[in-house]
């Protein structure tokens, strides 16, 4: 079955901007993870949603906001773009269980200039 | 959130086994352990993941130590391909905040030829 797909791939934006990312999780899972990844912080978790619902959330300021759709998919959205939110963004999708692994897509690598 | 520690680094040779160690002493008795690794430009990948047995995969191995305070990841024959960022990570089923998913900074394993 197909994996998880992120788009765009790569973006440049500048400083005051704003951002959406969007996630296709793979057929059948329910839950999505997003992450940022930095050479200096590793990698962070943002946040999670389980069927439209935010289920976790990581601590992130509030610049950093998501949704999830009926169909799963996801999108998360950075606003007022800063310097330091230039990253690699990856998304996993799961079935919800935390037993369950979890699948992760290629990433958005994301330049703030 | 139970925490885990991990070498920074470690060295392999081509075609020999590897054991990545991870202490988890703060491990609860609902915490699955599981393993994760990231390539080079690619986003993580599940590896194993074990409760208290010692569990086999095509891929590795997951020895749990009896008190579960500290686990190790078996690759039989380090290959090229296994270099990658190892994680180790606590996953609490036992709480409502599911896939809450804390990552380290992980082991950098280097395999030689």
């Known amino acids: 079955k197909a994996g998880v797909t992120q788009t765009p791939r790569y973006l440049i934006k500048t400083r005051g901007q704003q951002v959406t990312l969007s996630c296709s999780p793979i057929?059948?899972?329910?839950?999505v993870s997003w992450y940022q990844q930095t050479p200096g912080q590793g990698l962070q978790f943002l946040f999670e949603y389980f069927s439209e619902t935010q289920r976790n959330k990581g601590n992130f300021p509030g610049r950093f906001s998501g949704r999830q759709f009926s169909n799963s998919r996801s999108e998360m959205n950075v606003s007022t773009l800063e310097l330091g939110d230039s990253a690699l963004y990856l998304c996993?999708?799961?079935?919800?269980?935390?037993?369950?692994?979890?699948?992760f897509g290629p990433g958005t690598r994301l330049t703030v200039l | 959130d139970a925490k885990t520690t991990q070498p920074n680094s470690m060295e392999s040779n081509e075609e020999e086994p590897v054991h990545l160690p991870c202490n988890h002493s703060t491990i609860s008795g609902t915490d699955y352990i599981h393993w994760y690794r990231q390539l080079p430009s690619q986003g993580p990948e599940y590896v194993i993941h074990g409760l208290t047995s010692n569990v086999n995969n095509r891929m590795a191995s997951l020895a749990i130590a009896e008190d579960r305070k500290s686990s190790t990841l078996i690759l039989h024959r380090a290959t090229l391909r296994d270099a990658a960022v190892y994680y180790c990570?606590?996953?609490?089923?036992?709480?409502?905040?599911?896939?809450?998913?804390?990552f380290g900074p992980g082991t950098s394993l280097s395999v030689i030829p």
């Open positions: 990570i606590l996953r609490d089923v036992g709480r409502t905040s599911y896939d809450k998913v804390i």
């Open positions: 996993a999708s799961s079935t919800g269980h935390p037993y369950d692994e979890q699948f």
């Open positions: 057929s059948g899972h329910r839950s």
